[in-house]
């Protein structure tokens, strides 16, 4: 509560610096705005982030060492006799601490107890605290900021350059996420390689990654060949794309190019809605309604269709994605220049030829990255896999038979309570890691794709 009553008093002290900056740009010069630097609304803004920015960061920074702070008051005050004498002890004390202040759960012994009570005085006094530190460096802020107004004051310029760093900041996050998130899967898959061979993994053809925990359990010692699940999501990406690419294509060429604008007012939407339908949905469709159709039809022909199949998972799975291809695809297709058609037609060109030899290829860096976009989507999709296609690593390139893929196996690996220091739970790094590779690979080709026809028809 008081976390809500803080940010809303620096809300309100934040646009009364702005309203009072502004006032205050204005009074200086007597209402003559042309003998200020900057207009008055880049006043009141140098005052709302001095009155702001400070405040918040102070509340974030200790946002994120609370609890270390915290735990260390209440480790340091314990006698040394209770004190936790290993570091697996010490954080299911601290958790104790921290559940039975919230009343999750009851003491189970004075000690703990006492801990508990240190813990939320010391949390209600450090978070009063922490407001009224806040608060009083916001309203110096807007002292500071409120003694630098005057005409010649260059308010615009730190402005800007406040608004640069921020930007700057917020790049600098994504680029350390994305160089975190590789690293994290990085030093697992090299843990993972420690255990089991590279080539066994990337070569192997058997997939049973079950093994045995501990030494008097009977388990089997783990195969761990990757080929059946990269043959299965490039099987059913495959599917899914051969469904996709073409009717998405042809739907973003009709409502671009033939349809009449009201048709193309309601075809649109429409299209869209299945971006919107949730992937469980899909996979419910897939497994009670497409599954059954296919193996009736497959009896029909004589064909051994399974109750699970690749067939079935990759058609709905091309279903589900082409609102990304049809959608992307028509908005690059209307923005290709009216120019080149009437420059084309003027030529004696007829409407088809236009678009097949004007328009898709001045559109085609837009549609590669649509269909890529589109591909990332299936490579990354799991629900539907799991409902329609099984959990059977087999290799085969039989579209009617039960397959699985990486992600699929990723999620089993890493459902219940697991032990991270096991080949089994470890390759579900290897395999995302493997699969990132792969969608680098991926983006690397369509952006030397984009860039070689870009040249050609910008």
Not at 412 to 419: F, H, I, P
């Amino acid at each position: 509560m008081e976390y809500t009553v803080f940010i809303a008093t620096l809300l309100a002290l934040t646009a009364l610096g702005y309203y009072l900056g502004r006032r205050r740009a204005r009074a200086t010069v007597g209402g003559r705005l042309s003998e200020l630097h900057s207009l008055p609304s880049y006043y009141g803004y140098y005052i709302a982030l001095w009155c702001g920015l400070p405040s918040l960061l102070v509340f974030l920074l200790w946002t994120v060492l609370e609890a270390r702070i915290l735990e260390a008051f209440i480790v340091g005050a314990l006698p040394p006799e209770l004190a936790p004498q290993s570091p697996e002890m010490l954080g299911l004390f601290l958790n104790d601490v921290r559940n039975i202040a919230e009343g999750r759960i009851s003491a189970a012994t004075p000690a703990l107890q006492g801990a508990a009570e240190d813990y939320l005085r010391l949390k209600t006094t450090a978070r009063a605290g922490l407001v009224g530190a806040a608060l009083a460096l916001g309203i110096a802020g807007f002292g500071f900021a409120w003694r630098r107004i005057a005409p010649g004051f260059r308010a615009r310029n730190r402005v800007e350059q406040a608004v640069r760093l921020f930007l700057l900041a917020a790049s600098t996050v994504s680029i350390l996420t994305t160089i975190g998130i590789i690293l994290s899967v990085l030093f697992e898959t090299i843990r993972f390689f420690s255990i089991v061979p590279v080539a066994e993994f990337l070569f192997g053809i058997e997939w049973s990654p079950q093994t045995a925990i501990r030494e008097d359990q009977v388990g089997s010692s783990g195969a761990f060949g990757a080929i059946p699940l990269f043959t299965g999501t490039l099987l059913i990406t495959v599917i899914a794309m051969a469904f996709a690419v073409p009717i998405g294509l042809f739907a973003a060429i009709y409502m671009a190019e033939y349809a009449k604008p009201w048709v193309r007012d309601i075809t649109k939407p429409l299209l869209e809605l299945l971006a919107g339908i949730p992937t469980v949905v899909y996979g419910f469709f897939a497994a009670l309604t497409v599954a059954p159709a296919l193996r009736e039809a497959g009896s029909v022909l004589g064909l051994d269709v399974a109750s699970e199949s690749a067939l079935a998972a990759g058609g709905v799975m091309g279903i589900m994605i082409i609102p990304f291809i049809s959608s992307l695809s028509d908005d690059v297709i209307t923005a290709v220049p009216q120019s080149l058609r009437e420059g084309s037609l003027a030529l004696g060109a007829t409407k088809s030829e236009t678009i097949r030899r004007v328009v898709l290829p001045a559109a085609l860096p837009g549609i590669v990255a649509a269909v890529l976009l589109a591909v990332s989507r299936a490579v990354g999709e799991t629900m539907i896999v799991v409902m329609a296609a099984g959990l059977a690593a087999n290799l085969t390139a039989n579209p009617l038979e039960a397959v699985t893929t990486v992600t699929v196996q990723i999620v089993t690996l890493l459902v219940g309570d697991q032990e991270f220091d096991s080949a089994k739970t470890l390759a579900a790094f290897a395999l995302g890691f493997v699969l990132f590779l792969a969608t680098l690979a991926l983006n690397v080709i369509a952006l030397g794709v984009v860039r070689k026809y870009r040249e050609r028809y910008d």
